[in-house]
């Protein structure tokens, strides 16, 4: 099972970007998609998550600016970011908990990165 992520790149303080990560390989069934972040000198720190069933959970720093959302059929998880401010500098990184033919798997994407200007 394979993770690859796109969308991030270089945008002003209060601007938008929308993140993308497509799972593929022999997938039974994704129970937990998620994104996380790493800014330099700091630990990687889980920013939203969202489950098969679409319960979403993010952490207070972007709630009410980043939206999750997911595409079950494609295998694909999203990340709207909006108000984006300097301190979301980060490489994201996209997480997958999946159910595949021989038992269960976390899988890591390979992180893109997102650089807020002000």
């Known amino acids: 099972v394979q993770l690859q992520a796109s969308g991030g790149g270089l945008v002003q303080d209060g601007g938008s970007l929308k993140l993308s990560c497509a799972a593929s390989?022999?997938?039974?069934?994704?129970?937990?998609m998620a994104w996380y972040r790493q800014a330099p000198g700091k630990e990687r720190e889980l920013v939203a998550s969202?489950?098969?069933?679409?319960?979403?959970n993010y952490a207070d720093s972007v709630k009410g600016r980043f939206t999750i959302s997911r595409d079950n059929a494609e295998n694909t998880v999203y990340l709207l970011m909006n108000s984006l401010k300097p301190n979301d500098t980060a490489v994201y990184y996209c997480?997958?908990?999946?159910?595949?033919?021989?038992?269960?798997?976390?899988?890591w994407g390979q992180g893109t990165q997102v650089t807020v200007s002000s």
């Open positions: 969202t489950t098969y069933g679409g319960t979403h």
């Open positions: 390989g022999s997938i039974v069934i994704i129970n937990t």
């Open positions: 997480y997958a908990h999946t159910v595949i033919y021989s038992g269960a798997l976390d899988v």
